[in-house]
T-cell receptor
């Protein structure tokens, strides 16, 4: 699976949009971009995934650049409960394991 | 909605003892994954099962073994426990190859 690079930490004001970037310049054609988050010591939580088109669900939006070398997770109206470590993971659709690396620690502040 | 169930939630063992962790996947999920998360670290994949057969193996010590039973629940058996085995152990389940849903974890403390 391709390697990802994320900023180690970010702050966001409550009620504002949180934009979390991820670089995955070595992504290959059959690899998807997945986002998970982990709120302190809880089990990781699936957020969203995509291949090349932008995706949106009730939790977030995922914007993938046309060359697929980077993506941005958008939480449209961050709340204090969104404070967590956010992991961007590149994985083949039929792949098995998730490889968690680094992640971005998002702190939502009042 | 039903979630992944893990038991026990907390476990304290002494060095060289044996521990068994249990995982009950979301109904109709056919794949189970085990991850280990040490203090201050990211989750690391240990092993997975699809339709009761081992499907992938990560950095799982030889002292650890796991299986998936006919009712799809899974057990992770850890023997000769070491202090370094103290960690959170997460189980996740999915309908292969869809997204994985994680349980609340078992916190294992080895003293």
């Amino acid at each position: 699976d391709a390697k990802t690079t994320q900023p180690p930490s970010m702050d966001c004001a409550e009620g504002r949009a949180a934009n979390l970037p991820c670089n995955h310049s070595t992504i290959s054609g059959n690899e998807y971009v997945y986002w998970y988050r982990q709120i302190h010591s809880q089990g990781p939580q699936y957020i969203i995934h995509g291949l090349k088109n932008n995706e949106t669900n009730e939790m977030a939006s995922l914007i993938i650049t046309e060359d697929r070398k980077s993506s941005t997770l958008i939480l449209p109206h961050a709340t204090l409960r969104d404070t967590a470590v956010y992991y961007c993971i590149v994985r083949a659709y039929a792949g098995n394991m998730l490889t968690f690396g680094g992640g971005t620690r998002l702190m939502v502040k009042p | 909605a039903a979630g992944v169930i893990q038991s026990p939630r907390h476990l304290i063992k002494e060095k060289r003892e044996t521990a068994t962790l249990k995982c009950y996947p979301i109904p109709r999920h056919d794949t189970v994954y085990w991850y280990q998360q040490g203090p201050g670290q990211d989750p690391q994949f240990l092993i997975s099962f699809y339709e009761k057969m081992q499907s992938d193996k990560g950095s799982i010590p030889d002292r650890f073994s796991a299986q998936q039973f006919s009712d799809y629940h899974s057990e992770l058996n850890m023997s000769s426990l070491e202090l370094g085995d103290s960690a959170l152990y997460f189980c996740a389940s999915s309908t292969y190859p869809e997204e994985q849903y994680f349980g609340p974890g078992t916190r294992l403390t080895v003293t």
